[in-house]
């Protein structure tokens, strides 16, 4: 495809562990404003936003439709709105196609997640499994992520020291980004007498729970200069299904990961993304899927990850350097989050953590337990 | 307008239901999904191979399921594949519709199989909507989709006799056309000489929101195949063509902040369908379409709906009831399927519209087949808070 589609401006609100004091329509006027600000686009029928593509999710917010609620913050009044109901990075997927249909010139993209709101790691996830044989045994994501860590740790050499390291480099790497979630600092110790939430995921092993919302303005390739003077462009995206029962899956093997990747970089025409990708930022809920991504995304050795780790490889890769998923994003939005950053990075915007002369970058995004349903994105500027 | 013509054009080429039911207990939910898969891809002469996306949508809160394409990937036959989950409330199906169309016509996918699916069985339909209002402001006042205000508003301006007579004519028309749809829910075999009495004494929800006058709470699943049209042309005897969707919601509140009646709002279906016959150069709805598949949750909404839709003034709706021109024969046949009064699996019901509509231009409806050639066809989808997703379909490929 000769045609591209612009990302033209995103605004966040900062991510936090308990956005107790407002609801999910403020967090998100918090993020429509700067963008109609920093934009000029406005609501007109022929020339401005007409269709908005939503993420948000009914049981994180206990409500039937819960775009439903969103739809006076987010202008849908007399116009399109369409939820995605899973990791928003599709939601940016499903606005591109939107856009390259020819049906929309400009879509606004908005998710919302208030995690603490809900039981997210445990009731919620919980409910993701059938209801006759997963669910009685009390498989959530996080303890079927757990079933993946203990598998993958075994088949790539990944020790209990390298998930703590991870976490070290997530919190160090936070530290500097001001939209990440405020956390300590911790040590390699620290993280390692931590408590199981399900072995061998320690407490800091887990992302913690939090609350975010998260917005975007899309745009075709014809009238992104309108909105900004450097847009950033989504030249690849791909997703991909993966078994449901966990025991027809091989946990470690990142089939709808490796399967989600080259349909993205075949859609962007890349052929060796540890050449031709500067950036990267994996949906890391757990500290083991960041070499298991690693060698999903073809910047590993299949069952390398161990060695990886030890050569530097994260952060020779410039590999999440927001923190990731592991420092905090709400669940549904980890993927989103990590196209924002590619987007601040990839406008030259990312502050402390910028990498200089960075041209393309990679967003991965994860829906359901241990990576069943995987999706990339692949931005340039 | 700025609506570009699309990328490329996009067509149906196969069309799947399960037979709807209050209780499908032999089946779990992956189960009833794969039937109307299976149907969906024997329609098209397809294997999954041919398949290149899946687009997947219901409402999590009535069987609490969270994102159930995981779990029906076993159904869906989503393993390997590229898939979305969209969900909009009552207009999830026809959102699905929409977005498979969208995907076929960016390029990016070639075949694209749109799902919807509920076992309202499974969970409390009316608890499950009722959840849908802001907890601070509108739970309190919402009665899950149990409204009689249209009821109260025909009543006011048509007056109680002639509107009870039509809606609950409408009620009839639309069961005899369930009769002779198989897949259909309910089909109760009512007669004409049975209006007054059932006008009269049929029991009552909310006014004169009577229980028969409202939709069902089924179980079913469709899955309707879309590909693009040199797929489509290769693959299928019988394409039909996607031409233009638009979907129009509004704000959450109904307006019962401001709502005054020197100042009406259109409604989103009036909305829709100006702005959809606007760009497609159509001046005379009724007139130019064929069939009209409307998603009408009851006889009251189906009733007052029509004038929105063909952009009516007056009591031209009710005189085409009142004629019996919706009928299978009549000027514009409405929902020959027997419409969501008889068969409402709320994420699969706004898909079933374009689906059915798809048949009548195929001219494979069987029994409940439009006579007369059918070559332009209209199918809406409803939810929220008075949403609507508008979808035209043609038999040719020349506009």
């Known amino acids: ?82 939820k995605i109901a899973q990791d928003g990075l599709n939601g940016l997927g499903y606005a591109m196609a939107c856009i390259l249909s020819g049906h929309d010139d400009v879509v606004l993209f908005m998710g919302h997640c208030k995690e603490s709101q809900s039981e997210s790691k445990r009731t919620c996830t919980n409910l993701a499994y059938d209801p006759f044989f997963l669910r009685p045994l009390g498989l959530d994501f996080l303890n079927v992520n757990a079933l ?66 998260v917005g975007m303005l899309l745009c075709c390739e014809e009238r992104a200069r309108e909105f900004t003077d450097r847009p950033v462009w989504i030249t690849g995206f791909g997703n991909c299904m993966d078994r449901y029962f966990v025991g027809d899956r091989d946990l470690a093997s990142n089939f709808s990961l490796k399967q989600a990747a080259a349909r993205a970089y075949a859609m962007a025409g890349i052929r060796d993304p540890k050449k031709e990708i500067d950036v990267f930022e994996f949906n890391d809920a757990c500290a083991h899927q960041l070499p298991m991504i690693a060698e999903g995304v073809g910047l ?63 967003a991965h995004g994860t829906t359901g337990g241990a990576g069943q349903h995987q999706t990339v994105l692949i931005l340039e500027n | 307008m700025v609506h570009r013509k699309k990328n490329r054009n996009v067509a149906v080429i196969g069309v799947g239901q399960t037979k709807h039911s209050s209780h499908r207990e032999d089946v779990n939910q992956p189960e009833m999904v794969y039937e109307a898969v ?37 159904g869906t036959g989503a393993f390997g594949k590229s898939s979305f989950r969209l969900s909009t409330g009552g207009t999830t199906g026809a959102t699905l519709f929409c977005a498979a169309d969208n995907l076929v016509a ?56 002639r509107a ?75 394409p039909v063509w996607v031409r233009d969707h638009i979907t129009v919601h509004r704000e959450e509140s109904f307006n019962i902040m401001a709502y005054d009646k020197r100042y009406p709002l259109l409604t989103t279906h009036r909305a829709a369908a100006q702005e959809l016959f606007k760009r497609n150069g159509i001046s005379n709805p009724l007139e130019y379409f064929d069939v009209f598949e409307m998603y009408d949750p009851s006889s009251w909404w189906g009733l007052d709906w029509i004038r929105e839709f063909f952009l009516l003034e007056g009591d031209e709706h ?28 709320i994420g699969a019901t706004a898909l079933i519209r374009p689906a059915e509509a798809a048949l009548q231009i195929r001219g494979d409806a069987g029994a409940h ?25 043609e038999k040719e490929l020349n506009w």
């Open chain 1, 1 to 82: 495809m000769g045609r591209r589609v612009a990302i033209c401006a995103v605004a966040q609100i900062r991510n936090e562990p308990d956005i107790w004091y407002k609801r999910f329509q403020g967090m998100l006027l918090e993020c429509l404003e700067p963008i109609l600000e920093k934009t000029g686009v406005t609501f007109d029928m022929d020339k401005g936003i007409r269709n908005i593509v939503t993420c948000s999710d009914d049981v994180f917010d206990a409500r039937t439709i819960s775009d439903n609620g969103m739809t006076d913050v987010v202008g849908a009044h007399y116009r399109g709105e369409e």
């Open chain 1, 148 to 213: 993946q860590a203990r598998a993958y740790m075994a088949k790539s050499g990944v020790t209990d020291a390298h998930l703590a390291d991870i976490v070290v480099r997530s919190r160090k790497n936070a530290a500097r980004n001001p939209f990440a979630r405020p956390n300590p600092m911790v040590s390699r110790e620290e993280v390692m007498a931590s408590p199981f939430l399900a072995d061998p995921i320690r407490e800091l092993h887990a992302w913690p729970v939090t609350d975010w919302a």
């Open chain 1, 300 to 362: 590993a050795e299949e069952g390398q990850g161990g060695k990886w780790l030890e050569a530097g490889g994260p952060d020779r890769y410039n590999v999440n350097l927001s923190g990731g998923m592991l420092n905090g994003n709400p669940i549904m939005l980890g993927g989103v989050a990590r196209a924002v950053e590619a987007y601040l990075q990839l406008r030259g915007e990312a502050g402390e953590r910028q990498v200089k002369g960075a041209r393309r970058a990679l």
């Open chain 2, 38 to 74: 299976r149907e969906a891809l024997d329609d098209a002469g397809l294997t999954m191979n041919d398949i290149d996306c899946i687009v997947h949508g219901n409402m999590e809160l009535f069987e609490m399921i969270h994102q159930p394409d995981l779990w029906h990937e076993l």
């Open chain 2, 106 to 161: 960016s390029g990016m996918y070639d075949v694209v199989m749109a799902i919807g699916f509920e076992k309202l069985q499974e969970g409390n339909t009316t608890a499950g909507i009722t959840n849908m209002a802001d907890p601070l402001w509108h739970r309190h006042l919402q009665t899950g989709a149990l409204t009689s205000t249209c009821a109260y508003d025909v009543i006011q301006e048509f007056g109680l006799d």
């Open chain 2, 164 to 238: 009870k007579r039509a809606s609950m004519m409408y009620r009839i028309i639309m069961d005899k056309h369930a009769c002779l749809n198989p897949k259909a829910h309910r089909q109760f075999g009512l007669e004409f000489d049975q209006l007054e009495y059932l006008m009269e004494s049929s029991a009552k929800l909310i006014g004169e929101l009577r229980i028969i006058h409202m939709c069902s709470q089924s179980d079913g699943a469709c899955a309707v195949i879309l590909a693009s049209e040199e797929k489509a042309k290769r693959l299928s005897n019988k």
């Open chain 2, 318 to 345: 009710l005189k085409l009831v009142e004629n019996k021109e919706i009928m299978l024969d009549g000027k514009m046949p409405i929902n020959p399927s027997g419409g969501v009064i008889a068969t409402n699996p």
């Open chain 2, 369 to 393: 087949q439009v006579p007369k050639p059918v070559r332009h066809a209209l199918a809406s989808g409803f939810g929220g808070t008075m949403w609507t997703v508008l979808i035209m379909l």
